[in-house]
């Protein structure tokens, strides 16, 4: 007996302590499942609304990633990919003059009609335009066999691209060779490449730069959509922004690789409903796991009132019985956290194979949600407690 009561002094108080709040979640365990799965659906929520919107932002971003330079030259109106602004390749030629400067090189971009040939619908195509000796674009596919971009209706087709352009893939891989028309232009795909869509459009297509304006016949010959600016190794970017920043028309500007991929994304999350639609979503899934869980947590302060009064008229402050319930949304906070992982990771998954987006779990997102869940049952347990708080023992007795 003396052994044991020595192991029990010796034994931090917090250990000896009953754990109430977790006798109080699994006292129900019907209750606790149903708790767990309500807060797992609106993790899910969030989950989808975050990995959706950060999906479809990453899209945005890969042909940017895939530009075969450290600066770009664009118009000074430029707000997005897929607009069409032009502006003189003579200012892209003064950057040949800039220490540190390799070479130059245009990248066109424009949107046009393709036709699908099978059923006769037009689908809407993002065209690269690049040229093959030093393409603006790096793409592998191309670079290990640019002859084939020197006929003169050859194309390159994203492979990632919508099913609704025709089975273009599987014709080419059997036949090598898909024909069909861009703008009433007859147009051949003899390559495959793969980089996956954006909002611009439901195809990608690379060409050069002489097909390139076949197609856009009514495009002046001196206009460009971009302008690709290659660095000697070890150069400063922004050194080289601000010289050319110092004497450059203001009719266009110069961006390094990294600003043009935060201005694509801002133009889409501030400019477009998808910014409001995809915050609406998480904000939903929030107020849902709210409500769940204030819910179960005001249920259990009604059922056990008797006791909860009990304890405050033994000498048990409002903390005390406060923090049993605040306790209580940790738990199952925490309980809920890992369903909804696995369940969001299955959901990503999906959504990456069935709409080629880069919809994938990142740690800061994982986090990130795990504190949303916290905060959210937190703020629930503690409007639940306002009846505790405002408990007198003699009320119930």
Same mark, same amino acid.
């Given at each position: 007996?003396?052994v044991?009561?020595?192991?029990?002094?010796?034994?931090?108080?917090?250990?000896r302590?009953?754990?109430?709040?977790?006798?109080?979640?699994?006292?129900?365990?019907?209750?606790?499942?149903? *708790?767990?799965?309500?807060?797992?659906?609106?993790?899910?929520?969030?989950f989808?609304?975050?990995?959706?919107?950060?999906?479809?932002?990453d899209?945005?971003?890969?042909?940017?990633?895939?530009i075969?330079?450290?600066?770009?030259?664009?118009?000074?109106?430029?707000?997005?990919?897929?607009?069409?602004?032009?502006?003189?390749?003579?200012?892209?030629?003064? *950057?040949?003059?800039?220490? %540190?400067?390799?070479?130059?090189?245009?990248?066109?971009?424009?949107l046009?009609?393709?036709?699908?040939?099978?059923?006769?619908?037009?689908?809407?195509?993002?065209?690269?335009?690049?040229?093959?000796?030093?393409?603006?674009?790096?793409?592998?596919?191309?670079a290990?066999?640019?002859?084939?971009?020197?006929?003169?209706?050859?194309?390159?087709?994203?492979?990632?691209?919508?099913?609704?352009?025709?089975?273009?893939?599987?014709?080419?891989?059997?036949? %090598?060779?898909?024909?069909?028309?861009?703008?009433?232009?007859? *147009?051949?795909?003899?390559?495959?490449?793969?980089?996956?869509?954006?909002?611009?459009?439901?195809?990608?297509?690379?060409?050069? #730069?002489?097909?390139?304006?076949?197609?856009?016949?009514?495009?002046?010959?001196?206009?460009?959509?971009? %302008?690709?600016?290659?660095?000697?190794?070890?150069?400063?970017?922004?050194?080289?922004?601000?010289?050319?920043?110092?004497?450059?028309?203001?009719?266009?500007?110069?961006?390094?690789?990294?600003?043009? *991929?935060?201005?694509?994304?801002?133009?889409?999350?501030?400019?477009?409903?998808?910014?409001?639609?995809?915050?609406?979503?998480?904000?939903?899934?929030?107020?849902? %796991?709210?409500?769940?869980?204030?819910?179960?947590?005001?249920?259990?302060?009604?059922?056990?009132?008797?006791?909860?009064?009990?304890?405050?008229?033994?000498?048990?402050?409002?903390?005390?019985?406060?923090?049993?319930?605040?306790?209580?949304?940790?738990?199952?906070a925490?309980?809920?956290?890992?369903?909804?992982?696995?369940?969001?990771?299955?959901?990503?998954?999906?959504?990456a194979?069935?709409?080629s987006?880069?919809?994938?779990?990142?740690?800061?997102?994982?986090?990130?949600?795990?504190?949303?869940?916290?905060?959210?049952?937190?703020? #629930?347990?503690?409007?639940?407690?306002?009846?505790?708080?405002?408990l007198?023992?003699a009320?119930?007795?």
């Open positions: 007996m003396t044991k009561l020595a192991l029990l002094l010796r034994t931090p108080r917090f250990l302590r009953t754990p109430l709040a977790w006798r109080q979640v699994t006292h129900r365990p019907m209750r606790l499942v149903a *708790a767990i799965a309500g807060v797992s659906f609106a993790n899910v929520l969030v989808f609304q975050l990995g959706l919107s950060g999906g479809l932002y899209s945005q971003k890969r042909p940017i990633q895939r075969n330079g450290e600066l770009v030259m664009v118009s000074g109106r430029y707000l997005y990919l897929g607009e069409q602004l032009n502006f003189q390749r003579a200012h892209l030629s003064q *950057a040949l003059g800039i220490a %540190g400067v390799k070479a130059v090189t245009p990248l066109y971009i424009g046009t009609e393709w036709l699908n040939r099978d059923n006769h619908q037009q689908k809407q195509a993002l065209i690269f335009g690049i040229t093959p000796e030093n393409p603006g674009l790096r793409i592998p596919e191309i290990s066999q640019p002859g084939l971009l020197l006929r003169s209706d050859s194309l390159f087709f994203d492979t990632r691209s919508k099913k609704s352009a025709g089975p273009v893939v599987a014709v080419v891989k059997k036949e %090598g060779a898909y024909a069909t028309e861009l703008r009433g232009v007859r *147009a051949v795909v003899t390559g495959l490449f793969t980089m996956g869509v954006t909002f611009a459009a439901d195809i990608n297509l690379i060409t050069s #730069s002489t097909n390139f304006k076949n197609y856009f016949p009514d495009q002046n010959s001196d206009d460009i959509q971009m %302008g690709v600016i290659q660095l000697e190794p070890g150069v400063n970017p922004l050194q080289v922004k601000a010289t050319l920043e110092s004497f450059l028309d203001p009719s266009v500007k110069v961006m390094t690789i990294p600003e043009l *991929a935060d201005t694509e994304v801002k133009y889409w999350r501030h400019n477009t409903s998808f910014g409001i639609i995809f915050g609406l979503g998480v904000l939903v899934g929030l107020a849902v %796991g709210c409500i769940i869980v204030y819910q179960i947590l005001y249920s259990d302060v009604s059922d056990h009132l008797p006791e909860y009064a009990t304890l405050k008229a033994i000498g048990y402050d409002d903390g005390f019985v406060v923090a049993i319930i605040l306790q209580e949304s940790l738990i199952l925490v309980l809920a956290f890992w369903p909804s992982l696995l369940l969001s990771l299955g959901l990503y998954s999906f959504l194979n069935s709409t987006l880069m919809v994938a779990m990142t740690l800061q997102r994982a986090v990130l949600v795990f504190l949303f869940t916290l905060a959210m049952c937190s703020g #629930s347990g503690w409007l639940a407690t306002g009846k505790l708080r405002r007198d023992p009320d119930i007795f």
